[in-house]
């Protein structure tokens, strides 16, 4: 006599299975949506397609040693030409133009030179300081390019545009996003450049876990999100670092709900809005 006790889901299992499965179907719908509207609006490199992504900015005054000379650098990169991950031997990332173009910030592009000395970001927002230990060794051209952009203010003043409630992540970067849920162009911004993925190898998106948002495979640029539960996401989204103080935060803010999106898949701009209003980047000792 067959047994089917093995394929016995749990409802609180199942729930989340099916949570998962409808936020992938409505990712999907939305990412065609943005295919078709790339000839007037240029999707951001990291979009929600990713699933939601996280949040960070910020005015960034940065000390890591030996990065000051190295900032001055412009990489020798041509438009149209596929970024190549980290170079061990000679200590390079490369940066390409994002060939779909704006809405976008444009700050110019990070030094191909970069550290992969352990570094910890500061965040400070509205409701007090989100801190992470970066993983420059195993995502050393996502964190170079973090540098960059706080470098040059690029996050100052900008606020996170989306967040999950019963898919628990806040997603933040895009610095053109009004986050009041009625703009159309959230989550579409980015610095008009692009850079590949990292560290993906048994990614898991547990609870502090801090990754990029995408559109799909190297298509990183200045979008992120911070994971405040579990989500059981695919290895797909570069993993960066690792939120050790603040997260409490993001529970507080989780707590006021979301307005919710067209996208029906439950997430939305945070109804306490989250606005990131400088972050600092220091060498972790």
Do not use: W
Request: aromatic content about 6%; proline content about 6%; some cysteine.
């Amino acid at each position: 006599m067959d047994s089917r006790e093995d394929e016995v889901v749990t409802g609180k299992d199942r729930q989340k299975q099916l949570a998962r499965e409808h936020y992938q179907r409505q990712t999907q719908a939305r990412l065609e949506r943005q295919r078709k509207a790339r000839r007037t609006a240029v999707i951001g490199t990291t979009t929600v397609a990713v699933v939601a992504v996280g949040a960070i900015v910020g005015a960034i005054a940065f000390m890591a040693g030996g990065d000051d000379a190295t900032a001055k650098a412009k990489p020798s990169i041509a438009a149209g030409e596929e970024p190549k991950a980290y170079d061990p031997a000679a200590g390079t990332c490369s940066y390409v133009k994002a060939a779909d173009g704006g809405p976008v910030k444009d700050v110019g592009m990070p030094p191909e030179k970069v550290s992969t000395a352990p570094a910890v970001m500061t965040i400070k927002t509205n409701y007090g300081d989100i801190v992470a230990n970066l993983d420059a060794v195993n995502a050393p051209c996502t964190v170079n390019s973090f540098k960059f952009l706080a470098s040059k203010d690029y996050f100052d003043n900008t606020r996170c545009h989306r967040m999950g409630t019963s898919f628990p992540i806040l997603q933040c970067g895009d610095p053109l996003a009004k986050a009041d849920g009625k703009n159309p162009t959230d989550g579409q911004g980015g610095p008009g450049y692009r850079f590949v993925d990292e560290n993906l190898a048994g990614a898991k998106y547990n609870r502090g876990v801090l990754a990029m948002a995408n559109s799909g495979p190297a298509t990183n640029g200045s979008q992120f999100f911070i994971v405040y539960g579990d989500t059981g996401l695919s290895p797909d989204y570069t993993p960066f670092g690792t939120v050790t103080k603040g997260l409490e935060i993001l529970d507080k803010v989780a707590k006021r709900g979301v307005i919710t999106g067209a996208g029906g898949d439950g997430t939305g701009a945070p109804k306490r809005p989250v606005e990131i209003k400088d972050v600092t980047i220091t060498s972790k000792s």
